[in-house]
């Protein structure tokens, strides 16, 4: 999974259902998320957006339904919403580690993690640590590390929360580029004004994608 296959990635749900604690989060919900297409995922908060972007992702299985392909985890790059950065590991590190761990070259891992950095808009901060960051800066490491991993399937959710705008137009700028480049990509944000600049939205509600919209 350290290189974009070229083969693409179609990821395709139907019926999905999550239960917790004896309440069903995702309630048969059908999503189709296509290689070269930004697919976002929309709602208010609670509405099940994270748990729709792992299932889709292969982090979470779901408890009724099917999904395919079954091997998407393993292609898949993911961004969470807490970002899952090492705190004590520089940004730099943060993105370079998972490269090395997959077996990229050190040459080329140097050279895509100062590109997605880069790319991300953290020029400068390299050095720094995780734990030194801004919530807004571990956001963007969290990006620059999933689009330094080229995979086929890209899952990022809510990747602008801590963003301000300008910031935030690079890093959906990127995710753009990523789905030109061939990659599924799917975002999730609760900004209904984001959500409208993209051509293929879901809107959940309650854990249902909503049909009026
Ligand atoms: N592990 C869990 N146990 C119980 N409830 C959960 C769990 N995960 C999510 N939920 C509930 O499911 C709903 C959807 O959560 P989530 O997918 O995080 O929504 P969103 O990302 O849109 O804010 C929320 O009401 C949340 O409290
Ligand atoms: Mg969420």
């Known amino acids: 999974m350290t290189k974009r296959s070229g083969a693409g990635l179609l990821v395709r749900g139907e ?4 239960s917790r604690a004896g309440r069903v989060i995702l309630d048969h919900v059908d999503v189709v998320a ?19 972007l792992w299932v889709l992702a292969g982090l979470i299985e779901p408890d009724a339904g099917t999904i395919t392909p079954t091997d998407r985890f393993d292609r898949a790059a993911v961004v969470v919403q807490t970002y899952g950065l090492l705190p004590v590991l520089t ?8 490269l090395l761990m997959r077996g990229v070259p050190g040459d080329e891992a140097r ?13 400068d901060l390299n050095d720094r640590l995780a734990e030194e960051l801004s919530g807004g800066q ?6 620059a590390r999933a689009l330094a991993m080229q995979a086929d399937l890209l899952v990022a959710d809510e990747p602008t929360a801590e ?22 990509v799917v975002l999730s944000t609760n900004d209904p004004d984001l959500a409208a600049t993209f051509d293929h939205v879901y809107h959940l509600h309650s854990g249902a994608i909503d049909r009026d919209l």
């Open 163 to 184: 963003l301000d705008a300008e910031t935030a137009s690079l890093v959906v700028t990127a995710l753009r580029e990523e789905a030109a480049a061939g990659a599924t």
């Open 15 to 18: 019926g999905l259902v999550v």
């Open 91 to 98: 940004a730099k590190e943060n993105v370079e580690l998972p």
């Open 34 to 52: 296509a290689p070269g297409v930004v697919t976002v995922v929309t709602g208010a908060s609670g509405a099940g957006k994270s748990t729709l």
């Open 138 to 143: 571990r956001q963007r490491v969290a990006v």
């Open 111 to 123: 050279r895509r993690t100062d590109a997605a950095l880069e790319r991300a808009g953290l020029p």
